[in-house]
């Protein structure tokens, strides 16, 4: 057997040789076929790296497939699923979070879901990405359905231990969630201690609007940041444009 990284974990590894990455998450239950493929259009021309898709309820069959569908017809960007369960696969997708909650209470959300989900991602040639996934308080939909115990704020020491675990596992990405629309991103410190124990790419979502919080938290440590509410709730195009830019300019500086 050889192991050698797909194409979109290359194209990963070779921009963050440069710089700091921007994810935008799209949510199949919020926003229509043809929102997608202007949204991502418009991310492509402002220098966003990659759109997932993905959402907690929902976000499966039909109305996954079309909104990926109108993306890949929209932009050259990379799609990456970030799926609720095993549900959440399309095959015009380019690659996957094949992601672990690892601090779910539920088995599904651990291994059960991936086992359900792995013949589906073989069949469709989908790039598998090993990805270590922790929530952190308040966590949100995504820490209720996905039955986790939520990492409290102020203990970043079990952030840290999760996300070392998560890399000796054999996951190449770690992913701190502190939920869709949270009052506040995760904690500058949680990320610095995150940061200081893992080699693998530190991936940061959840509570992020404004320049500042995206600024905190690439300076903090994170490699890629991912906005999602910012832009699905920005109203008009022109306003996503311009949190957009914003945003970026606090990761990328
Ligand atoms: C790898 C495979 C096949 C499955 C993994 C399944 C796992 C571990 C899921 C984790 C738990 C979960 C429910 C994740 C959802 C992640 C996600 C898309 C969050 C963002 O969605 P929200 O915006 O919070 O969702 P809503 O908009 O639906 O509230
Ligand atoms: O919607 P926001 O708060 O930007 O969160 C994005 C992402 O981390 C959710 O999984
Ligand atoms: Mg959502």
Same mark, same amino acid.
């Given at each position: 057997?050889?192991?050698?990284?797909?194409?979109?974990?290359?194209?990963?590894?070779?921009?963050?040789?440069?710089?700091?990455?921007?994810?935008?998450?799209?949510?199949?239950?919020?926003?229509?076929?043809?929102?997608?493929?202007?949204?991502?259009?418009?991310?492509?021309?402002?220098?966003?790296?990659?759109?997932?898709?993905?959402?907690?309820?929902?976000?499966?069959?039909?109305?996954?497939?079309?909104?990926?569908?109108?993306?890949?017809?929209?932009?050259?960007?990379?799609?990456?699923?970030?799926?609720?369960?095993?549900?959440?696969?399309?095959?015009?997708?380019?690659?996957?979070?094949?992601?672990?909650?690892?601090?779910?209470?539920?088995?599904?959300?651990?291994?059960?879901?991936?086992?359900?989900?792995?013949?589906?991602?073989?069949?469709?040639?989908?790039?598998?990405?090993?990805?270590?996934?922790?929530?952190?308080?308040?966590?949100?939909?995504?820490?209720?359905?996905?039955?986790?115990?939520?990492?409290?704020?102020?203990?970043?020491?079990?952030?840290?231990?999760?996300?070392?675990?998560?890399?000796?596992?054999?996951?190449?990405?770690?992913?701190?969630? @502190?939920? #869709? /629309? %949270?009052?506040?991103? !995760?904690?500058?410190?949680? $990320?610095?201690?995150?940061? *200081?124990?893992?080699?693998?790419?530190?991936?940061?979502?959840?509570?992020?609007?404004?320049?500042?919080?995206?600024?905190?938290? @690439?300076? #903090? /440590? %994170?490699?890629?940041? !991912?906005?999602?509410?910012? $832009?699905?709730?920005?109203? *008009?195009?022109?306003?996503?444009?311009?949190?957009?830019?914003?945003?970026?300019?606090?990761?990328?500086?």
């Amino acid at each position: 057997m050889k192991l050698r990284f797909g194409r979109v974990e290359s194209y990963i590894h070779e921009k963050l040789e440069k710089e700091k990455l921007h994810f935008v998450l799209l949510d199949p239950d919020d926003v229509s076929p043809e929102e997608a493929s202007k949204i991502a259009q418009m991310c492509e021309e402002v220098g966003v790296d990659a759109v997932m898709v993905g959402g907690s309820t929902g976000a499966e069959g039909e109305v996954l497939d079309e909104v990926v569908k109108a993306i890949k017809e929209s932009s050259s960007l990379p799609v990456i699923l970030f799926p609720g369960s095993h549900g959440g696969i399309t095959k015009y997708a380019d690659a996957i979070f094949f992601m672990s909650l690892l601090n779910s209470r539920n088995p599904f959300f651990i291994t059960g879901a991936q086992a359900l989900g792995a013949f589906t991602v073989k069949r469709y040639r989908i790039e598998p990405i090993p990805m270590a996934y922790l929530i952190i308080e308040p966590g949100e939909t995504v820490g209720w359905v996905g039955d986790a115990k939520p990492i409290p704020r102020h203990k970043p020491k079990i952030a840290a231990a999760y996300a070392l675990a998560g890399q000796y596992l054999g996951m190449r990405l770690v992913y701190l969630e @502190a939920g #869709s /629309g %949270a009052p506040e991103h !995760v904690p500058n410190d949680m $990320i610095r201690a995150v940061k *200081s124990v893992i080699d693998v790419p530190l991936i940061v979502g959840g509570g992020i609007r404004t320049y500042e919080d995206a600024r905190e938290v @690439a300076q #903090s /440590g %994170a490699d890629i940041i !991912v906005t999602g509410t910012a $832009i699905e709730k920005a109203g *008009s195009l022109e306003e996503a444009r311009k949190r957009l830019e914003s945003l970026i300019k606090g990761i990328k500086g």
